[in-house]
């Protein structure tokens, strides 16, 4: 095929005057200002002269046209002074317009004759209906953004006052940032697109919130969430459309000086801890800084800098500080070997009170603090337990501190190179240090982790946007931006134990000499984070060009982008140091490992080197049509092409299971014969693997080097309307439709750190603890084809052996050699670019005055996105790494063959990682939004949002990821059609700020200055929980549901009432019950089928003003997050087996009340 060069793409396009960022930044920076000129009988005059002048200095003039009308793109978010002059007219001028980004402020000016020269202030202010757009969202101003409590002050927490937004109310015990995830209606959390002074700030290696550059409170002008109906100059992403601008200087010099502080003594207490008598947990917390504005040339040159530090210790973070633990009964400090052996008599008394010598190591271990490295429960002595007692674990909740330590620098210039071009420069910089108490593979905390393997993660983020503005004529603008904005840091895991200090035998200690992580299921993990020790670094390089060119009744916009986006993992270490799972064998987990049985063991080796590019481009035309004074069409069309992401090294393999080559596998030793009793069999695949077209591995056939075929089809129509219902404007109905594109994030391809033959993935099955590993080759050995005849001693079986037979899993008999499994990730097979289709219709209406509502439905449906499918499913429920294992098959069950395709139809055991990444995922939404705004006046500025909403999926993905869970079977792919993950079908948040009225009216002196000036501020959230499954069995490779118990109701096991009273029972565990094994009963019961705990929160701010001069003053603030101590309680544990709590509430969602005092000085 004949490779587009950038030239043909330009020409085609006939929009672009250079190559350049993301076209969505060239709205999300600017406003502008639209009106029509009367004269005192009501007819348009045209040919008046408008003039708009910015507190800078900035001068722009344009005339009207014939029907009276005036435009001022581009501009920047601010105040202005607007003034119209006309022949036979007064001059009037009109102060405080206020511009917005993304939005149009209407400025209509009714002229009065005048016989003298004179000119005539008028007064009032724009409307707040949006009598322009039929974009739905909402602009958080600068006092909103400067005055309103935020947890950790991170403007991402605003977004959530928007009606079509969802998530957990955010934890006022966050460490660090505390990135949000937000759902726009009804899209996941990585459908959103976020814009920082015009640059595209997303990661494009997780697509989530997380590690965005995230500029301080006081440096931003403002910023907006667009949820629905945004123009076709924005794109990028489905969901919500956020744009952040930084302050820009002023003639004047401005700035402030700042510090917020919180102390452990002021704060509440953990809802758990409490009950337990802990202590609340250290929660200490510094952010200081300034920022300065001002004129480097007046009227011709300005500047703005700010700079913020943030140093954190955080013992109560839910996510990365406070585990909830589920540790073994009757474990105490005493750890002799006597009382050791008498807490394995209450485990396994058949053992006589054996003890494995890597059991005793890991329970005699202490951590550099002194502390065991499997924690003591209070109170108990080590193996005291009467004869038959139960061995249910016990929870317990342990804090730990993590740290967080940020330096963050912002630097703007923008300079007048004449009265027709404005240059601008904008760059931010941070520095974050975390060390996370609590890390998984994931990266988002692990609460069954026990301390002692923290995390240090430092990150870096950079944005760079440089663009220059031009009035070409009065009627034609142009801006051109060029942006970079980057991503990186390393992760390194602490390592104080290693395997040769626990009797552990691995492969790559001398590389690796750490512990491998234990994980005892549903109980606690041990051990550092598999996936910790890794370096990512992304860079998007992008430009883009819009030009505004307004014609009679249309105001036109059109333009484009290219991007340019990398990820760079020059190394990223998987599994090195080995996991050991302990599955409960003898009936318990935790006795598994007291006699020495490791049910399962997984340790990767290879060479995880990737450095992943996309190219995208994007076109767009907008047409915003004044077809009568009362009704304007919104009319666009954008073009988006993602292209697929490819490795410099053609590093990329994938696999098509539909031209796959098995073969039956004679299990050595065993005596099973093959292929006669093919049940009995298990199989190795020989075939279906390619790599990607610059790739050199032989024998690997080749496609195209991103392993999925470019789409050039994603045509986004953008249609709506803005109709004035009444004569004065007051009542507004809106409306529109649009198609978005959802651009795939690179964590898509992450599987590619798991694929041979750069990587193997090695398994084994009921070995001893002291050598549980498989002797995989070091990483200088790779790539490695076990296909190859030279690798037979390292592959017996001479090929990927991910499958095995059920039968074995099941024998009775001791397995004392390793199984090599390395596991199958096969990538995006068939890739479609998701989309969504949103509608929405609506009326505004202001009235008295400062109010104006809004009420509307907003609907969407969401189409091919990703999901994680196990393509090698069986046909009846097994759960491969789980509980049935030690039973053997019955006859009965059949052939287990995986159902999906003829390639697989004898591999009798499902999973191993044998996924396939596909794009067909669907989504469903629909809501009823109401929003009530009451405008700054009388000292009072208010925002209440309620949205009334039901989203729908069939997969969810997660926060931090679209591949999550599998929801249940996959061949039944309607009964996982129900309400999504992260569905809440009711919000209310209202936002406020209120100048108090002064108390003392004397004059001056000290009660003056003590009674007056006082502001409130205030967030308050109430909204319904989000639904959860309940599940017989589950594992990462598989998921069954419940059945309902013969006679019960799933209305009978639903109890109501108090939550602090059903904590032990949140619904009736007795009405579930597990589905039988290798059956085709995957369980009776739907997904998500019942609703967790409803959240409630008020946050405070009281704020005293004390001025100094005429032009600065001193700030002292109090701020109060989860004012009433409000426990908002995290879901039940929802799995039967093996969990002895099921369900229980174990833990909270949200964090207790954190008090914040500040001191601001400004000027």
């Keep these: 095929m004949r490779r587009l060069t950038l030239a043909t793409l330009l020409a085609a396009a006939g929009i672009f005057c250079l190559i350049a960022p993301a076209t969505q930044a060239q709205t999300a920076t600017t406003g502008q200002v639209v009106g029509v000129v009367t004269d005192p009988s009501g007819f348009v005059v045209a040919g008046a002269k408008v003039v708009l002048t910015s507190d800078a200095g900035v001068r722009r003039e344009a005339p009207t046209g014939g029907n009276?009308?005036?435009?001022?793109?581009?501009?920047?978010?601010?105040?202005?002074?607007?003034?119209?002059?006309?022949?036979?007219?007064?001059?009037?001028?009109?102060?405080?317009?206020?511009?917005?980004?993304?939005?149009?402020?209407?400025?209509?000016?009714?002229?009065?004759?005048?016989?003298?020269?004179?000119?005539?202030?008028?007064?009032?202010?724009?409307?707040?209906?949006?009598?322009?757009?039929?974009?739905?969202?909402?602009?958080?101003?600068?006092?909103?953004?400067?005055?309103?409590?935020?947890?950790?002050?991170?403007f991402q927490q605003l977004l959530a006052l928007t009606t079509g937004t969802s998530g957990s109310i955010q934890n006022s015990s966050d460490l660090g940032r505390g990135d949000a995830a937000v759902y726009v209606n009804g899209q996941r959390a990585l459908s959103n697109s976020v814009v920082i002074n015009g640059v595209d700030a997303n990661s494009i290696g997780t697509g989530s919130m997380p590690n965005l550059a995230v500029p301080s409170i006081d440096s931003l002008q403002e910023f907006i969430v667009?949820?629905?109906?945004?123009?076709?100059?924005?794109?990028?992403?489905?969901?919500?459309?956020?744009?952040?601008?930084?302050?820009?200087?002023?003639?004047?010099?401005?700035?402030?000086?700042?510090?917020?502080?919180?102390?452990?003594?002021?704060?509440?207490?953990?809802?758990f801890l409490n009950s337990e008598g802990t202590p609340r947990p250290t929660?200490?917390?510094?952010?200081?800084?300034?920022?300065?504005?001002?004129?480097?040339?007046?009227?011709?040159?300005?500047?703005?800098?700010?700079?913020?530090?943030?140093?954190?210790?955080?013992?109560?973070?839910?996510?990365?500080?406070?585990?909830?633990?589920?540790l073994p009964a009757f474990l105490g400090s005493e750890r002799d070997p006597a009382s050791l052996a008498a807490l394995s008599m209450c485990y396994n008394p058949t053992f006589l009170g054996y003890v494995d010598p890597v059991a005793a190591a890991a329970l005699t271990a202490t951590l550099p603090n002194g502390q065991y490295m499997i924690p003591s429960i209070p109170g108990v002595t080590t193996g005291n337990c009467p004869t038959g007692a139960s061995v249910s674990p016990v929870v317990q909740t342990i804090p730990s501190n993590s740290t967080y330590k940020e330096d963050q620098f912002n630097t703007n210039l923008d300079v007048k190179l004449n009265n027709s071009n404005r240059f601008f420069a904008k760059y931010f910089f941070a520095a974050n240090r975390t060390v996370q108490a609590l890390y998984d593979q994931f990266g988002d905390g692990n609460p069954l982790q026990a301390p002692g393997w923290p995390t240090e993660e430092d990150v870096d983020q950079r944005l760079l946007s440089v663009g220059v503005t031009s009035m070409i004529t009065t009627h034609l603008l142009n801006e051109v931006r060029f942006g970079w904005s980057t991503i990186y840091g390393p992760g390194k895991p602490s390592q104080p134990i290693t395997s040769t200090q626990l009797g552990i035998a691995s492969p790559l200690s001398t590389l690796f000499p750490g512990m491998p992580t234990m994980s005892f299921t549903n109980m606690f993990t041990l051990g550092p984070s598999p996936l910790a020790s890794n370096y990512a670094a992304t860079n998007t390089y992008s430009g883009g060009d819009m030009m505004t060119w307004i014609k009679g009744r249309h105001t036109l916009k059109f333009g484009g982008e290219y991007k340019r986006q990398e990820l760079d993992a020059p190394y990223f270490d998987v599994f090195p140091n080995g996991e050991l799972f302990y599955l409960g064998f003898t009936g318990n987990p935790f006795g598994d490992f007291l006699a020495g049985l490791t049910g399962a063991s997984v340790i990767g080796s290879g060479t995880n080197s990737l450095h992943n590019r996309a190219n995208d481009f994007s076109a767009f035309f907008q047409d915003d049509w004044k077809v009568a004074p009362r009704l304007t069409l919104n009319l666009g069309?954008?073009?988006?092409?993602?292209?697929?992401?490819?490795?410099?090294?053609?590093?990329?393999?994938?696999?098509?299971?539909?031209?796959?080559?098995?073969?039956?596998?004679?299990?050595?030793?065993?005596?099973?014969?093959?292929?006669a009793t093919p049940s009995t069999c298990g199989s190795v695949v020989t075939g279906g693997f390619v790599q990607a077209g610059n790739g050199n591995l032989p024998g690997f056939p080749k496609v195209g080097n991103g392993l999925v075929n470019p789409n050039y089809k994603n045509f986004g129509p953008r249609l709506g309307f803005a109709y004035q219902a009444t004569d004065n404007g007051r009542v507004v109905v809106r409306g529109g439709y649009g198609i978005f594109f959802d651009r795939p994030n690179m964590r898509l391809y992450n599987s590619q750190l798991f694929n041979m033959p750069y990587e193997m993935m090695a398994a084994a099955l009921a070995t001893p603890n002291e050598n549980p590993f498989v002797q995989v080759p070091q990483p200088s050995a790779f790539?490695?084809?076990?296909?190859?005849?030279?690798?037979?001693?390292?592959?017996?079986?001479?090929?990927?052996?991910?499958?095995?037979?059920?039968?074995?899993?099941?024998?009775?008999?001791?397995?004392?050699?390793?199984?090599?499994?390395?596991?199958?990730?096969?990538?995006?097979?068939?890739?479609?670019?998701?989309?969504?289709?949103?509608?929405?219709?609506g009326v505004q209406t202001s009235f008295a005055n400062n109010w104006m509502l809004d009420v509307g439905y907003v609907g969407s449906e969401g189409r091919k996105f990703p999901r994680l499918f196990s393509f090698n499913q069986a046909n009846t429920p097994t759960t491969v790494f789980g509980f049935d294992l030690p039973a053997l098959v019955p006859p009965s069950a059949g052939s287990l063959g995986g159902p999906f395709y003829p390639g697989f139809s004898n591999l009798t055991a499902p999973g191993l990682g044998s996924f396939l990444m596909e794009s067909n995922s669907n989504s469903n939404y629909n809501s009823l939004q109401v929003t009530l705004n009451k405008r700054l006046a009388q000292g009072l500025q208010m925002l209440l949002s309620y949205t009334w909403s039901h989203s729908l999926d069939d997969y969810s993905g997660s926060d931090v990821s679209d591949i999550g869970v599998i929801p249940g079977n996959m061949v039944d792919e309607q009964s996982n059609y129900a309400s999504s993950d992260f569905d809440r079908r009711q919000r209310f948040v209202a936002s406020y700020l209120y100048n108090l009225p002064d108390a003392y009216h004397g004059g001056s002196g000290f009660a003056k200055k003590a009674l007056n000036s006082w502001s409130l501020s205030g967030i308050v959230t109430l909204q319904s929980g989000m639904p959860f499954s309940i599940f017989g069995r589950a594992d990462a490779f598989e998921a069954t549901r419940a059945d309902l118990v013969t006679g019960r109701t799933l209305a009978s096991a639903i109890k109501s009432g108090n939550v602090e009273?059903?904590?032990?029972?949140?619904?009736?565990?007795?009405?579930?019950?597990?589905?039988?094994?290798?059956?085709?009963?995957?369980?009776?019961?739907?997904?998500?089928?019942?609703?967790?705990?409803?959240?409630?929160?008020?946050?405070?701010?009281?704020?005293?003003?004390?001025?100094?001069?005429?032009?600065?003053?001193v700030e002292f603030r109090a701020e109060f997050f989860n004012l009433f101590n409000n426990v908002n309680f995290a879901n039940p544990v929802s799995i039967i087996y093996p969990s002895s709590n099921f369900g229980s509430i174990v833990s909270t969602s949200t964090g207790p009340r954190v008090i914040q005092f500040a001191l601001k000085y400004a000027f």
């Design 68 to 154: 009276g009308r005036y435009t001022f793109p581009l501009l920047d978010p601010g105040a202005y002074r607007l003034e119209v002059i006309q022949t036979g007219f007064a001059s009037a001028q009109l102060e405080g317009i206020v511009v917005k980004i993304t939005e149009s402020t209407v400025v209509d000016v009714a002229l009065k004759v005048a016989t003298a020269p004179t000119t005539v202030m008028v007064t009032g202010e724009s409307p707040l209906v949006q009598t322009e757009s039929s974009a739905r969202g909402t602009v958080i101003d600068e006092s909103q953004v400067r005055d309103l409590p935020l947890p950790t002050r991170n």
């Design 226 to 271: 667009q949820t629905s109906m945004y123009d076709a100059s924005a794109g990028r992403n489905a969901g919500g459309a956020v744009a952040a601008v930084t302050k820009s200087g002023s003639n004047k010099f401005h700035g402030d000086l700042y510090e917020f502080l919180r102390n452990t003594d002021l704060d509440g207490n953990n809802f």
């Design 283 to 326: 929660y200490d917390r510094n952010q200081f800084g300034g920022t300065l504005g001002g004129p480097l040339v007046k009227d011709r040159a300005w500047f703005f800098i700010s700079y913020q530090g943030t140093r954190e210790t955080n013992g109560t973070s839910l996510t990365n500080s406070l585990s909830t633990m589920f």
């Design 637 to 675: 069309l954008r073009y988006d092409y993602f292209g697929p992401t490819t490795e410099t090294d053609g590093h990329f393999v994938g696999f098509d299971p539909t031209k796959a080559v098995t073969t039956p596998l004679l299990i050595p030793g065993l005596g099973l014969a093959c292929p």
């Design 783 to 841: 790539p490695l084809d076990p296909l190859s005849p030279s690798n037979a001693g390292i592959f017996p079986f001479g090929g990927y052996p991910a499958f095995l037979p059920v039968q074995f899993y099941g024998t009775t008999a001791p397995i004392d050699f390793p199984i090599p499994a390395t596991g199958l990730y096969p990538d995006l097979k068939d890739w479609s670019i998701p989309y969504v289709q949103t509608f929405n219709l």
């Design 1061 to 1113: 009273d059903r904590l032990s029972a949140y619904f009736d565990p007795t009405a579930f019950m597990l589905p039988p094994a290798f059956t085709p009963d995957w369980g009776q019961l739907g997904r998500n089928i019942i609703r967790g705990p409803k959240q409630i929160n008020t946050d405070l701010s009281i704020m005293k003003f004390i001025p100094v001069t005429e032009s600065q003053r």
